[in-house]
């Protein structure tokens, strides 16, 4: 199964905010509002960030925020802070009854 | 607070099989939830290998079906992975994880590295 697509990289200075897409098809995020996503710093486990689309774990801030339209889930990151700068990848359920990860965005903060 | 810790030998020759065990504490793997494997080569992506339910009941990543198996040991309270035929493409960082609902993976491991080399 192929990994969702997600870009290479994003950017963006403090303050402001950012989208980070998840492209995926009918199989998977087209298809159930199963998509999560998760936060990683360097030489860390991932933490869930966002699941179900939109949910927010708790203790998660309410500046991450995700959203979903056809097969391209987002996530967005408002007010972007020096400590957002991390890897983040999404996730989904397939109809494969399986699950596949996306490509990974690393997000810099400038 | 449940925890979980993954073991396992850190090197495996190719064409071996690899064997990780994932022993949970703070949670019984009996009271419900999935739980599974996300792995993670060098450098690159997360890639989700599978899970299971306390019953058995299992998910696996259609790539890796052939060579894989997830089992339960609710008496142990941990779960354990089989992947036979390593190749270099396996080696990675294998992280043990709890799945809440829909890859709502909640909780994770520290992680253990495999390196499949001769």
């Known amino acids: 199964q192929a990994a969702l697509t997600q870009p290479a990289s994003v950017s963006g200075s403090p303050g402001q905010s950012i989208t980070i897409s998840c492209t995926g098809t009918?199989?998977?995020?087209?298809?159930?509002?199963?998509v999560s996503w998760y936060q990683q710093f360097p030489g860390k486990a991932p933490r869930v960030i966002i699941y179900?689309?939109?949910g927010r774990p708790s203790g998660i801030s309410n500046r991450f925020s995700g959203s979903k339209s056809g097969y391209t889930a987002s996530l967005t990151i408002s007010g972007l802070q020096p400590e957002d700068e991390a890897d983040y990848y999404c996730s989904s359920f397939t109809t494969s009854t399986s699950y596949v990860f996306g490509s990974g965005t690393r997000v810099t903060v400038l | 607070q449940v925890q979980l810790q993954e073991s396992g030998p850190g090197l495996v020759k190719p064409s071996e099989t690899l064997s990780l065990t994932c022993s949970v504490s703070?949670?019984?793997?009996?009271?419900?939830?999935?739980w599974g494997w996300v792995r993670q080569p060098p450098g690159k992506g997360l890639e989700w290998i599978g899970n299971?339910?306390?019953?058995?009941?299992?998910y696996n990543n259609p790539s890796l079906k052939s060579r894989l198996s997830i089992s339960v040991d609710t008496s142990k309270n941990h779960i354990s992975l089989k992947l036979t035929s390593m190749t270099a493409a396996d080696t990675a960082v294998y992280y043990c994880?709890?799945?809440?609902?829909?890859?709502?993976?909640?909780?994770w491991g520290q992680g253990i590295l495999v390196a499949v080399s001769s």
């Open positions: 299971i339910q306390h019953s058995g009941h299992t």
């Open positions: 703070g949670f019984s793997i009996s009271s419900g939830y999935y």
């Open positions: 009918s199989s998977d995020v087209g298809a159930y509002d199963y």
């Open positions: 179900e689309v939109t």
């Open positions: 994880v709890r799945d809440i609902g829909f890859l709502e993976l909640d909780s």
